[in-house]
């Protein structure tokens, strides 16, 4: 199980500190945060770390941080997407760094996640990207139960995916996230999410808010590097990762 985190967001961050303890970086790519140059130093800081590099686009939303759902038409959509992803491979390539994924951010990670339709029309920009650039750029979409849909689409566009869960989050019956604006949605307390990590570890169900067990299968375990404590909560997670590796 990789340990994921959301990089690159803003200019005055600890993004030097995280990415060493982690193996994936979810680089944002400007519409909900972030700037060339701030993208261009996280690029850096991945390669001297060898950690694998993914686009994190949004919508065009950096008023809200792209934590607002935004109805856009298949052609905004698409194109929105493509020109984020289109800017950090342009930026990887100028530091002979490559560019392996795609994992959407906030609200349009959440709204693909319950709209098949939107799913499909991610899958289809990443899939014209591979298609014209002969690259192999995979999604990642949250791990939930009901995975089979999601599996289905992503093969007809030849989009391979990684499954994640989150170290920070809350989560509903259903397997979704609590929604952000819900109290206790983001959990900060480092014991709480370290006994998440190895019940997964040990292929555990984790519980919801009504402790229904939720299992899945997992690729990646996310932490926001916005989360309070987030560094601390890395650390944590790494030795928990990295203790259960070696035993």
């Known amino acids: 199980m990789k340990l994921n985190c959301d990089l690159g967001e803003f200019k005055e961050n600890n993004d030097a500190d995280i990415m060493p303890l982690i193996d994936m970086a979810n680089i ?5 945060g972030s700037d060339p140059l701030t993208i261009k130093k996280t690029i850096k800081l991945a390669k001297q770390y060898q950690v694998i590099i993914g686009a994190h686009p949004s919508y065009p939303d950096v008023e809200n941080f792209g934590r607002q759902s935004m109805h856009l038409s298949q052609s905004e959509l698409i194109a929105n997407v493509q020109y984020q992803i289109g800017a950090l491979q342009a930026l990887c390539s100028a530091e002979n760094a490559q560019l392996s994924y795609v994992k959407p951010h906030g609200a349009l990670y959440n709204d693909m996640m319950q709209d098949l339709a939107l799913f499909e029309n991610l899958c289809i920009a990443i899939a014209q990207l591979n298609q014209k650039t002969n690259q192999t750029l995979s999604l990642m979409i ?9 599996d289905q689409v992503a093969k007809k566009h030849h989009i391979a995916l990684y499954y994640e869960a989150f170290a920070d989050r809350a989560y509903l019956d259903s ?16 014991q709480d999410v370290v006994s998440r990590c190895k019940s997964l570890l040990n292929n ?8 229904k067990p939720l299992q ?7 932490v926001h590097g916005d989360t309070p404590n987030a560094l601390a909560m890395i650390k944590a997670l790494r030795a928990t990762i990295d203790t259960q590796k070696n035993a």
């Not at 555990?204 to 402790?211: A, D, E, G, H, I």
């Open 142 to 150: 949250q791990a939930i139960s009901d995975i089979e849909k999601f």
């Open 28 to 32: 944002a790519c400007g519409f909900h």
């Open 204 to 211: 555990k169900p984790l519980l919801s808010v009504n402790q």
């Open 216 to 222: 899945f299968h997992i690729d990646a375990l996310c």
């Open 175 to 190: 397997g979704l996230l609590v929604p952000r604006s819900t109290a206790g949605a983001v959990l900060s307390n480092n």
